[in-house]
């Protein structure tokens, strides 16, 4: 009985039956007339018992469709099966076409399922393009995004009708007594409406209540989801539990869902209870703010009503914030703005080895086509209908189609969780990624289009095949036009893999430069343990003691070459405040209203400079007379003598840094050291003091040790050290500096990686598509060759014909490739180090690569050709 | 007539199938031997014969192929196939059966 299936089926292969059928009972009906009339009757009533005899013609017509429904169905069916034969009947062929499809797919379902989840998905917050992150930003500087100041940021909430709420965070730290030992918290405080800003419901529990940002009443906080899992396995009764943070007990009041991430997922938050202090402060500025706009106010009236206040202030309070401004970002734009060029360049990349994949198929498909020719022809013979075999063409195609988008998806699962691996762990919603049904459906309409666009022509082919040319003559008519179409294949195939190689080729070279840059610190056998002794030891002094004991029973120890204690780790995120206004005495007063400029400070203790190996250029370097009661010192780097002390000698000057830990009073510039690269090996070296431990005592302390042994067992015994004079202390980070570097390079990598990879797959495809040509034309015309060799022709000529051949095209497509290059790669402008984005060595060799492998990949027909068997071509004849 | 028709259509098939066997004819050739040779008695709308041609090519019992017929226009042709001849002989038994199974009971009832 007929399916719906059937039904749909016979309705697209309805015109043809009905015509038919049409024309049947025409023609039945004629005779029939013919008949009557041969009887006697006259011509209308003739028509008239005709119509009676033959009966009822309309609902006759329906039932008759009705009987196709099954057929067509069946038709269907039996098209498929037959396809899915065919295809396995050339095993080479669909081996080859379903690796080289599954891969493209593949790898393009992959990078698409990236783009996808970090683009192109909407944020897990309502409404989030109404929500914005709102900077701070020194008009002078030119530093587009700074962290605000507490007092700014109150003004503004006052001041400002546009947002609401208006929120702020700041970041914080707590040393939680586990289970398992002391752990370091990674604790963000927040003001009043934070978690409104975003209206993401807790996954459990609840937020914070207005009343606990009171002071006395915040000893509450909220968990964040992978912390969840990973310290307190996902436990849905965490609500109600009670921790000891610092030393307090605090209630855990509610957990946020997977995704929340603001700032990240693997922290806690607490109630912000605001100090006094911070009613003033417009110098310190460490608050990130964030706002909702109101419904209905659009973001230009955000924007204008900001600048408004901003300005407000900026009169209001002179010294401070006259140059300060306001800069408004949208939260999608600050999540993954910073991506979305790598992300983008990447698709375009995948999108060209798609190209490149494309036309390999379609060359297969090419090939098989020319094959197929008397096939097509034989069974137009035998009565399949044209429309019949166009349409198990089709399927087979389709049926092809099928199996690629199977092996493209598997095959992008697979690359899915490689480049969640690879991928830097700050690469924005990266734990979102994952092959999911969009990748699933994205693979199958790729695939699809690829199998059915390079099908076409064969189809095209087969709807035209005329049975006597191709019965009767040795070759298919349309074996020149293949050839042809087959030659611009693979020109094309060469130019996209030219660019992708000049690409990556670029990329790896500013790596390498990048890697080159001297640090300025060493990096092998140096670990650095971080921890926070604020809340241990209020006191300074007993900070600076502290300090000096670890340090020195570190030194002690067999085995460590060098030990000391720095508040900045290159490479690493700051732990502790790192910038302060200068003033160098003797210098010319500043212009009337200007602040003076901040200069990044970093303290340090012990053999800290031993440690990193930073050379003592001038002067000397810290010691134990450089104590609390002693004159205040400072060591300056070359960046900061060179800025500041061009030409003059900087031991004994007096410079002032101008802030309230830091102590009131001018320090002597007693040293001048190496520069070292904090922020990034491609940034350049930025002005520096450092400033010794005991006379700045803060409670960020990050313990530099090299050594010989493994870093793991550096920092056990860095952290066994520590634990013998506090067991209480939680370790904040433990890394080595190698793996910091690494980090630093991490997304460049990444990059680096996946473009090499698709340029690889261009080349070996392209190769593929020289060869598969050569070899085809060789074969077309060995009757050609072996008619040269006869008469005369050396062996070495053929194979020089075939290798010419090769390298024309192949040439040919260098040439588009290099102008493609030329006019593309200014898309890397932003990401190179070292390097123009027209480098002419990167294209040279990227030319010189290619030359090399077509006339590799040419070679074996070349030798084909010229090995042709002369006398059993004659005998064949 | 209503009774003879039904009982026509239901053997439709049979008689079509059993026609082919012999040699491949189109639409109008069958229509006619079934009138010629049942003597009239068997008067079905002639028309009918199509959707019983359509079921045969949907069950694979008939293959079609248009071909130029003896009068010169072109004419859609009905084979028989094995599947077909298969199918003409269960038919057959089974029409044979039901026969016999009414005359015996006219007989003995």
Same mark, same amino acid.
């Given at each position: ?877 | ?50 959707? %019983? ?49 009414? %005359? ?6």
């Amino acid at each position: 009985m007929p399916t719906l299936l059937a039904r749909l089926t016979a309705l697209l292969f309805r015109s043809r039956s009905d015509r038919e059928l049409d024309e049947e009972m025409r023609l039945h009906l004629d005779l029939l007339v013919a008949r009557l009339r041969a009887d006697g009757l006259d011509d209308r009533e003739a028509r008239r018992r005709a119509r009676i005899e033959f009966g009822p013609i309309t609902s006759l017509r329906e039932e008759a469709r009705d009987a196709c429904g099954v057929r067509a169905f069946e038709e269907l069916v039996r098209d498929v099966r037959f396809g899915f034969r065919t295809l396995i009947g050339r095993p080479g062929f669909l081996t080859v076409v379903l690796l080289t499809l599954g891969v493209g797919v593949g790898g393009s379902a992959a990078i698409f399922g990236a783009v996808n989840s970090i683009l192109l998905k909407p944020l897990p917050y309502p409404d989030a393009d109404r929500v914005m992150a709102i900077w701070q930003h020194d008009r002078r500087s030119g530093d587009q995004r700074q962290e605000v100041a507490p007092a700014n940021f109150l003004d503004w909430r006052e001041r400002s009708r546009p947002f609401e709420p208006l929120s702020a965070m700041e970041p914080y730290g707590l040393d939680w007594l586990s289970p398992d030992g002391p752990v370091y918290l990674h604790t963000w405080l927040v003001y009043e409406g934070f978690f409104d800003v975003f209206r993401t419901p807790p996954l459990l529990g609840r937020t914070f209540r207005l009343e606990e940002h009171q002071p006395g009443r915040g000893d509450v906080v909220v968990l964040g989801y992978d912390l969840w899992r990973t310290r307190f396995a996902g436990a849905e009764d965490v609500v109600g539990r009670v921790l000891t943070l610092d030393g307090r007990p605090y209630t855990v009041v509610g957990v946020m869902p997977r995704g929340f991430a603001i700032p990240s997922d693997d922290i806690v938050w607490a109630p912000k209870v605001l100090e006094g202090w911070e009613e003033n402060s417009r110098t310190s500025a460490f608050y990130t703010v964030f706002g909702r706009l109101r419904e209905g106010v659009g973001i230009g009236e955000g924007v204008a009503d900001l600048d408004r206040v901003a300005t407000q202030l900026s009169h209001e309070h002179p010294r401070t914030n006259r140059f300060t401004g306001v800069a408004v970002v949208p939260l999608p734009e600050q999540i993954v703005g910073s991506v979305r060029t790598a992300l983008w360049l990447l698709f375009g990349s995948v999108v060209l080895v798609l190209a490149v994949v494309a036309a390999s198929v379609a060359s297969m498909q090419f090939a098989r086509a020319a094959a197929r020719g008397r096939e097509f022809a034989l069974r137009s013979a035998l009565g399949a209908g044209r429309g019949r075999v166009v349409r198990q063409l089709v399927t087979e195609n389709l049926v092809l189609g099928a199996l690629g988008t199977a092996l493209g998806f598997a095959l992008a699962r697979l690359a899915v969780d490689a480049i969640r691996r690879l991928a830097p762990a700050d690469l924005p919603r990266i734990a979102e990624m994952s092959a999911d049904r969009d990748v699933l459906v994205f693979a199958a309409c790729l695939s699809l289009l690829v199998v059915l666009s390079t099908g076409i022509v064969p189809i095209l082919v087969a709807g035209r095949a005329r049975l006597q040319p191709a019965l009767g003559g040795r070759t298919f008519t349309g074996g020149r036009v293949l050839a042809h179409l087959q030659a611009a294949l693979v020109v094309f195939q060469f130019c996209a893999s030219l660019v992708l190689l000049v690409g990556a080729g670029l990329l790896m070279r500013s790596f390498v430069a990048v890697l080159n840059q001297p640090a300025g610190f060493r990096t092998d056998g140096v670990v650095a343990l971080t921890v926070q002794t604020w809340s241990h030891y209020p006191d300074g002094a007993a900070r600076a003691g502290f300090v000096r004991e670890v340090v020195e029973r570190l030194s002690a120890a067999p085995g460590i070459a060098a030990a000391g204690m720095t508040s900045s780790v290159p490479l690493m995120e700051t732990i502790g405040a790192e910038l302060a206004p200068l003033t160098i005495e003797g210098a010319p007063p500043l212009p009337d209203g200007q602040s003076p400029p901040l200069v990044h400070f970093t303290i340090a203790a012990g053999g800290l400079f031993e440690a990193f190996s930073i050379p003592l250029i001038e002067g000397r370097l810290f010691e134990t007379r450089d104590h609390a009661a002693s004159t205040p010192v400072a060591i300056i780097n070359e960046a900061f003598r060179k800025q500041h002390f061009p030409n003059v000698q900087p031991i004994g000057r007096r410079i002032l840094l101008a802030r309230a830990s830091l102590g009131a009073e001018p320090r002597v510039v007693v040293g001048v050291v190496g520069d070292v690269r904090r922020f990034g090996l491609h940034e350049s070296p930025r002005p520096g003091v450092y400033l010794p431990h005991a006379q700045a005592p803060t409670g960020a302390n990050a313990f530099i040790v090299r050594g010989e042994g493994r870093p793991a067992d550096l920092l056990r015994q860095t952290k066994r050290t520590i634990w013998q004079l506090n067991p209480a202390i939680a370790i904040y980070q433990e890394t080595t500096m190698a793996d910091l570097v690494d980090i630093s390079v991490g997304e460049r990598r990444f990059l680096l990686v996946l473009l090499s990879v698709f340029a690889a797959m261009a080349v070996v495809l392209a190769a593929a598509g020289i060869f598969g040509l050569m070899s085809f034309v060789t074969a077309q015309r060995t009757r050609e060759y072996g008619v040269r060799l006869a008469l005369g022709a050396r062996r070495e000529q053929l194979l020089g014909v075939v290798l010419r051949r090769a390298m024309a095209l192949a040439v040919v497509g260098i040439s588009c490739g290099l102008l493609a290059a030329l006019a593309l790669t200014r898309v890397l402008t932003g990401m190179l180090y070292g390097v123009t984005p027209f480098d002419p060595l990167t294209f040279v060799v990227a030319g010189f690569v290619l030359c090399v492998t077509a006339a590799l990949a040419g070679f074996y027909p070349a030798t084909r050709a010229a090995n042709v068997n002369v006398s059993e071509l004659l005998q064949n004849e | 007539m209503t009774n003879r028709t039904d009982r026509l259509h239901g053997n439709l098939d049979l008689l079509i199938l059993h026609m082919l066997a012999r040699e491949p004819m189109h639409g109008w050739a069958i229509a006619q031997r079934l009138q010629a040779i049942s003597r009239n008695v068997l008067q079905v709308g002639q028309g009918s014969i199509y959707p %019983a041609l359509r079921r045969g090519e949907a069950e694979g019992w008939i293959v079609a192929e248009w071909r130029v017929s003896e009068g010169g226009r072109r004419a859609r042709f009905y084979t028989l196939t094995s599947s077909g001849r298969r199918q003409l002989a269960r038919e057959h038994a089974s029409w044979r059966q039901f026969a016999a199974a009414v %005359a015996r009971v006219l007989d003995l009832a």
